[in-house]
């Protein structure tokens, strides 16, 4: 069993409103100093092959075909 960490976020340069709402939801309740608060996902999966190799190479496939969009999205996997 491989369990692995998929984050993926926004690329630079695009828009995050819900960024920019949390921000701003920080400053409200008192957090001063926070800035630039960037949203994203993260995916926990664990895949019962037990080969690293074949575990990183269908878990691109999944991001690039579902867990992320690949136009305005970046994602990095990490295994255990």
Known sequence: MIKARVTVTLKNGVLDPQGKAIEGALGSLGFDGV????QGKVFDIELESADKAKAETDLKAMCEKLLANT???NYSISLD
């Open 35 to 38: 800035g630039h608060v960037r």
């Open 71 to 73: 136009v305005i999205e």
